[in-house]
């Protein structure tokens, strides 16, 4: 049977629900693009679920979300700092500022979700506990890890203020079983839910070309950063041509390790095997995809990236690192591919070894099959609905 389309499941599940619904604040600490796909996904999971959502978010957020009648928005602030005491001190007075906003507002919102970032905000979480309103964080990803796998020390007072945050939350929310471990959440399992906000619009991403009439183009697509891992794809590159001539390669996103990129290209002579897209706007990505006989995700850290579950429903198979929720998607040789680490040498070794598995069609299939059968909106909503709708009887 074919999932509903989007719409067709909001409007069948907004008559069906049976929960009560309450009033939920979200705070979504970045202060860029990033990541506003999955926080648009997540408003459409919560939306049949509560009577009003207050959404407190970055400049490009704010600018995405504010003409949407499913919220209420609020734009934050926040400018990093050229050294250590700098980078301390907005981050303080960022968080002031999100606390008074999030008093303000707060006597409208029964629940607040702590999202992207939230993890972090100390301030804020007092702020809102000392208003008797309970808190649920919800680890979209880390803000520890994403500043440890870029060495960045800062990474060590965050690490507390998270610890402290998973203390006064009420619940926990992650991905999967294995983010646990990863995020060293063990402490806090009697609170600890596994929950994704992720579904898939099949009618967008669906096989428009089948795998075989595909060219042998290897690609990735996401955000050119540090713990994206997405350079060391890029130094791949020059050992995998070695054991296939005839690929050609697709590095699709944007970020701050573009120019970085285009000098090691036109150092190691690569630009005509190398196509640079820029970043590929949300709705022309099934095409991309539908091009591809592979995608790589090198990164250091994720949570549950949605490309590569959209690149499973487009019929594209999937080799990744075994981080966050990736290994509970991805099994090797039966839904895409995993390699054990990010290295130069190990992604190259991996893209040879998967190209070449003398069984793609079966993974293509099941592959497809799975992200068809597990990540439709209608589950999404339900696991938010089981999660979220007996929290009014616990205390703040």
């Known amino acids: 049977m074919h999932p509903l389309n989007f719409e067709e499941a909001y409007l069948k ?4 629900m049976s929960m009560k619904k309450t009033n939920i604040g979200i705070l979504n600490f970045t202060t860029t693009g990033v ?5 648009s996904n997540f408003v459409d999971v919560l939306h049949p679920l509560s009577n009003n959502i207050y959404l407190v978010t970055g400049k490009a957020g704010y600018h995405f979300f504010k003409e949407s009648e499913k919220i209420h928005t609020y734009c934050l602030k926040h400018r990093e700092g050229m050294n250590v005491f700098t980078r301390v001190l907005n981050y303080f007075y960022t968080q002031l500022r999100i606390s008074y906003t999030l008093a303000k507002i707060t006597r409208n919102i029964d629940l607040w979700i702590f999202y992207i970032g939230g993890d972090s905000l100390l301030l804020p979480m007092l702020t809102v506990k000392l208003l008797r309103k309970k808190v649920v964080l919800a680890f979209a990803g880390s803000s520890v890890q994403i500043l440890k796998s870029v060495n960045d020390s800062f990474f060590k007072p965050v690490k507390i203020l998270s610890k402290i945050n998973c203390i006064l939350s009420k619940r926990i929310i992650v ?7 990863e995020l060293n959440l063990e402490k806090y399992r009697n609170k600890i839910y596994i929950a994704h906000k992720h579904f898939i619009d099949f009618d967008k991403f669906k096989i428009k070309k089948k795998f075989y009439d595909r060219a042998d183009l290897v690609g990735y697509i996401g955000r050119l950063s ?3 891992g997405t350079l060391n794809f890029v130094k791949a590159i020059p050992q995998i041509i070695n054991e296939g001539d005839d690929l050609v390669f697709l590095i699709g996103g944007d970020g701050q390790l573009r120019d970085k990129i285009e000098r090691y290209l036109e150092k190691e002579s690569l630009s005509n095997k190398i196509k640079l ?3 590929i706007p949300h709705d022309e990505l099934p095409d991309y995809l539908n091009e591809l006989k592979l995608d790589v995700l090198p990164s250091y850290t994720e949570g549950l990236p949605n490309v590569m579950l959209e690149a499973m429903a487009c019929g594209t198979p999937v080799l990744a690192t075994p981080v966050g929720a990736i290994p509970d998607v991805i ?6 591919f995993i390699m054990k680490n990010n290295s130069p040498e190990c992604i190259a070794e991996n893209v040879v070894r998967a190209l070449k598995h003398p069984d793609l069609a ?12 597990e990540y439709t909106y209608e589950a999404a909503v339900e696991r938010y609905r089981e999660i979220l709708g007996n929290l009014g009887q616990c205390k703040p």
């Open 13 to 16: 599940l907004n008559k069906t």
């Open 35 to 39: 990541g506003n796909l999955l926080l």
């Open 175 to 181: 991905y999967s079983e294995n983010l646990i471990k």
């Open 226 to 228: 540090e713990e994206k």
């Open 277 to 279: 897209t820029g970043w």
């Open 331 to 336: 099994k090797d040789g039966e839904t895409g």
């Open 362 to 373: 079966r993974i293509v299939e099941n592959a497809r099959a799975m992200v068809e059968r």
